[in-house]
């Protein structure tokens, strides 16, 4: 958890020699933007967010599984129709399988495995076997491969995403905090236009070329504070590890051919040139040209992987970026009132409302109510956004909720440079971590040693 770290605690926590603290600013609390803050009671805030999600834990039942089971089958029925087209169907036709099998591999990540892996069917789902945070895709290659398998290995992607990102949201410890990762473009002497096609670029290649090396970054660190093990003062941990990294050889906590061989490669090999192999004997039947059918699919999985990157992309990486989206400069204890506040702040929600607009924003549409409560089924966030806008609108707490396109432009703003985003001012940062302490008092009667733990 990130418990009052700053990028440099963050070094030290694993053994790392301290650093110098990073200056944030201050934030301007006169500004329009921050008028709401004058009269917040963060008290109030927290009793009614608990209070609901209290309500909406309890609620859950075999209606969740039932939902999560037609979610299944909509993603599978993606599924079918691509592998069924991908080796015949070509020109304007090959739009079928790709946008079928490109929607395939971003509805079993962003739906099924994310809320999986969360734990959002732990205590609901008669197959505690499988539907469980601590068995669902992992433990090796068989499971990957069975429930969720792309670029991402599932144990990294569970300590980047479900720990480091959810625990220390918007804050330097955030390792999808877009405006640190994209420092480098953001301070670059180059035209707009330039950055832009930098942008797009990343687009299409991101969760091989970012999010994969990255997770698994995580994935190592996180070993390393278990072992209590040392990194050298020049590696910070906190700057992202991507794909550039590797080929240049700077990474220090692994190689490119273990990245190749543990993390890419294995689905690099199955599912783009190995699962199209039975066409082999297709074409041999149908007595088409050797390797049309084959190659066929080959490409239509490429172009498919190029716009679940897109796809992705524009629900993910937009959820927590714009000039509208708070920063912070020290952790918090989760599920206090500062955690709870933070994630309002700090994501913002897309249109909603049913299961189809829903399943074609990942569920990630959701993002205020998933960050408050992460562990809750993708029903009842949709259930609980129109009851969190209300508690919001409430205490005057800014609720951001707009078109996901609108959304992409924000965030490239945040990409580019021309944007930054907004940071709470520093007397309210303060004064809402000692809330949090005198709320601890109340509920445990000694708040130094929960926040301790």
């Not at 035209?191 to 970012?210: C, D, G, Q, R």
């Not at 090999?269 to 004997?281: D, E, K, V, Y």
């Not at 309210?428 to 733990?453: C, N, P, S, T, V």
Request: proline content about 5%.
């Amino acid at each position: 958890m990130c418990i009052n770290q700053s990028k440099s605690s963050a070094a030290t926590s694993i053994g790392a020699p301290t650093e110098k603290r990073p200056v944030f600013p201050d934030g301007d609390a006169s500004l329009p933007y921050n008028a709401w803050l004058k009269d917040f009671d963060l008290k109030a805030f927290t009793n009614d967010i608990k209070a609901l999600g209290k309500t909406l834990e309890k609620n859950q039942g075999p209606a969740d599984v039932a939902h999560l089971n037609k979610i299944v089958m909509w993603s599978n029925l993606f599924a079918l129709v691509g592998l069924a087209t991908m080796g015949s169907f070509e020109g304007l036709a090959r739009a079928v399988p790709v946008v079928c099998l490109s929607t395939w591999t971003f509805s079993r990540w962003t739906m099924i495995a994310h809320h999986t892996c969360h734990g959002g069917y732990d205590k609901v789902h008669p197959n505690k076997g499988r539907w469980n945070r601590f068995k669902f895709a992992v433990g090796g290659l068989w499971n990957r491969l069975c429930d969720w398998f792309d670029w991402m290995m599932p144990e990294a992607w569970n300590i980047e995403h479900n720990n480091r990102h959810h625990y220390c949201l918007s804050e330097m410890d955030d390792p999808d905090l877009v405006e640190n990762n994209l420092e480098s473009i953001r301070k670059l002497n180059l035209s707009l236009p330039t950055k832009y096609i930098i942008v797009f670029i990343n687009m299409l290649t991101w969760k091989w070329a970012y999010y994969a090396p990255n997770t698994y970054k995580e994935l190592k660190l996180a070993g390393m504070r278990r072992r209590g093990e040392k990194i050298p003062a020049h590696v910070n941990p906190t700057d992202a590890l991507t794909i550039r990294v590797l080929l240049s050889g700077e990474s220090y906590f692994y190689s490119l051919w273990e990245f190749i061989s543990v993390v890419v490669g294995p689905y690099l090999l199955i599912h783009f040139f190995l699962m199209p192999l039975p066409l082999l004997l297709v074409e041999k039947y149908v007595e088409a040209e050797q390797y049309s059918m084959y190659m066929c699919a080959v490409k239509s999985l490429f172009l498919a992987e190029l716009l679940t990157n897109v796809h992705a992309f524009v629900a993910i990486v937009t959820n927590h970026a714009g000039d509208d989206m708070y920063r912070f400069r020290n952790g918090c204890k989760p599920y206090s009132g500062s955690f709870f506040l933070r994630q309002v702040l700090a994501s913002v929600d897309f249109s909603y409302g049913t299961d189809a607009v829903d399943f074609f924003h990942g569920w990630l549409n959701y993002q205020v109510e998933h960050h408050l409560w992460p562990n809750l089924s993708m029903l009842s966030y949709q259930r609980s956004a129109p009851l969190v806008r209300a508690i919001c609108e409430k205490h005057g707490v800014p609720y951001v909720k707009q078109n996901v396109f609108y959304r992409v432009h924000k965030t490239v703003e945040i990409m580019v440079g021309t944007k930054s985003m907004r940071w709470l001012p520093v007397k309210y940062e303060e004064e809402y971590l000692k809330i949090d302490m005198e709320m601890e008092r109340e509920k445990h009667g000694d708040g130094q040693k929960f926040f301790a733990q």
